[in-house]
């Protein structure tokens, strides 16, 4: 899901889209800006780079590209390793493209 900082989905792949998912951008646009916003001075001034949760339906990913969140989530046997990697690769892929149709 890509989803703006105020937790609207913008974009979604999957086999529907439905109210689960539009809760499920708005908790984690929610959390990522209460860490962005209070978690620095916990951080030594570093941004957060990516998030990770572990809900009781699957695992949640969250990191931000240019100006969006990119949230991934997975089944629960998935490892977050896994999951690490391929937020890291999706990320990586859309990073340009983001960058140039946000500008």
């Known amino acids: 899901m890509l989803l703006n900082n105020e937790g609207s ?3 979604y792949a999957g086999s529907n889209v439905n109210k689960d998912s539009k809760i499920t951008a708005a908790v984690a646009s929610n959390i990522w800006g209460a860490y ?5 001075m916990a951080f030594n001034n570093e941004g957060l780079r990516v998030m990770f949760m572990d809900c009781e339906e699957g695992k949640v990913a969250v990191t931000k590209i240019s100006a969006v969140l990119l949230c991934m989530y997975a089944q629960p046997t998935v ?3 896994m999951l ?7 990320a990586e892929y859309l990073h340009e493209p983001l960058n140039n149709s946000l500008a």
């Open 79 to 81: 490892g977050l390793g």
């Open 84 to 90: 690490k990697f391929k937020m890291e690769k999706l």
């Open 9 to 11: 989905l913008l974009a």
């Open 36 to 40: 962005e916003k209070g978690g620095k």
